[in-house]
């Protein structure tokens, strides 16, 4: 499978815990995206990587989120101390390309539960 | 306030008929939009896009109408079949606004047999 990987499927936590989630590009992609859907709602812009620079930030992302990609391979986001409101799917997106704004490749997404 | 509105939650179609999804937009930068779209359970797939130097984009039975002007795109999908039955995004990009995508709320059509 040559796709957008993303683990885990599911992950459900208790208000106050740290999670973190994994994401695997296409292997030959240079940018990393993250996004976060609620129900209802379309995608919304979280983050983004070119390489290992992550050069942009939704002012979405409060401190309590984090995201890494060492070596601009696969990525991670974290989110600590998490709130129900932090209840959602948690969508990679990865994408080749310089200059113009490619399409990007979606993951399956790991949906997050807060309890 | 939605940059990209789609404010048809839902959409019915007869199989085999045409199927048109709209798609609104607020920002006058953006200038590059793609469609999406989503099975339950999987992630969105790309399906079509279309830059602002065109007003037509065309790829098999989808094809992707913009109009600067009015600040509106459509898809339109012809003809439709069952397989197509998901939810749509319509999303917008700008060079100037950053490599992210700013998506709708997504519009869920089904295809009746």
């Known amino acids: 499978d040559t796709g957008v990987s993303q683990n885990p499927r599911h992950k459900i936590t208790k208000r106050g815990q740290n999670v973190t989630f994994r994401c695997d590009p296409i292997?030959?992609?240079?940018?990393l995206y993250w996004y976060r859907q609620t129900l209802g709602q379309g995608p919304e812009f979280l983050t983004y990587?070119?390489?290992?620079?992550?050069?942009?930030k939704s002012r979405l992302l409060s401190d309590r989120f984090s995201a890494e990609r060492p070596k601009g391979s696969f990525s991670t986001l974290e989110i600590q101390r998490t709130e129900q409101g932090d209840s959602a799917m948690y969508l990679c997106?990865?994408?080749?390309?310089?200059?113009?704004?490619?399409?990007?490749?979606f993951g399956q997404g790991t949906r997050l539960t807060v309890v | 306030d939605q940059q990209v509105k789609q404010n048809s939650p839902s959409l019915s179609v007869q199989e085999g008929r045409i199927s048109i999804l709209n798609c609104d937009y607020t920002?006058?930068?953006?200038?590059?939009f793609l469609w999406y779209k989503k099975y339950p359970a999987e992630g969105p797939t790309f399906l079509i896009s279309?830059?602002?130097?065109?007003d037509k984009n065309e790829d098999g039975r989808f094809t992707v109408f913009l109009n600067k002007s009015a600040k509106h795109l459509s898809l339109h999908i012809v003809p439709s079949q069952p397989g197509d039955s998901a939810v749509y995004f319509c999303?917008?990009?700008?060079?100037?606004?950053?490599?992210?995508?700013?998506f709708g709320p997504g519009t869920r059509l089904s295809v009746l047999p």
């Open positions: 997106a990865s994408s080749l390309g310089q200059g113009l704004i490619p399409e990007a490749f």
């Open positions: 292997s030959e992609h240079n940018r």
């Open positions: 990587f070119q390489n290992e620079a992550q050069l942009e």
């Open positions: 920002n006058s930068m953006f200038d590059y």
């Open positions: 279309i830059s602002s130097i065109k």
């Open positions: 999303a917008a990009s700008a060079d100037n606004y950053g490599q992210n995508f700013v």
